[in-house]
C-alpha cells in the first residue's frame, strides 16, 4: 500500500509502527503501519518520499501520533567486499521520534 504524505497531513492517523531505512549518502524511506495496512510514504510525485536526516523525520512526523519506531540501516556493500551475506531477518533498532529541543 502507498501512503501520499501529503493526504496524511490532512487527516493524521495514529502510526502503530514507522519503520525507518536508512541509506547510505544520507538517505531514509519510511514504511509506516496503520491498523492493518502497511507501505512506504510517498510525495506527491509518486516516488518515495525522500528524508534526509533523523531531525527531518521527526519533524515531518512531529504532528502524527506514533506508537513505536524503529530504525533499519540497509548497506549493499557486505556482500561486494566479501562478507558473508546478510541475515534473513533484519535487526532494527529503537528510533525516537522526541524532537530535541
Do not use: W
Not at 493524521?12 to 538517505?27: R, T
Not at 492493518?36 to 523525520?57: E, L
Not at 502524527?64 to 540501516?73: D, T
Amino acid at each position: 500500500m502507498k501512503f501520499v504524505y501529503s493526504e496524511l497531513l490532512k487527516n493524521p492517523p495514529c502510526i502503530d509502527l514507522l519503520e525507518v531505512h536508512s541509506f547510505e549518502m544520507n538517505v531514509y524511506l519510511v514504511n509506516i503501519a496503520v491498523g492493518q495496512h502497511a507501505g512506504m510514504v510517498y510525495d506527491d510525485s509518486d516516488k518515495p518520499k525522500r528524508f534526509h536526516s533523523s531531525g527531518h523525520i521527526r519533524e515531518a512526523f512531529a504532528a502524527f501520533s506514533v506508537k513505536k519506531a524503529v530504525m533499519v540501516h540497509d548497506t549493499p556493500y557486505d556482500e561486494m567486499i566479501g562478507n558473508p551475506p546478510k541475515a534473513s531477518e533484519k535487526m532494527a533498532l529503537p528510533f525516537s521520534m522526541d524532537l530535541p529541543y
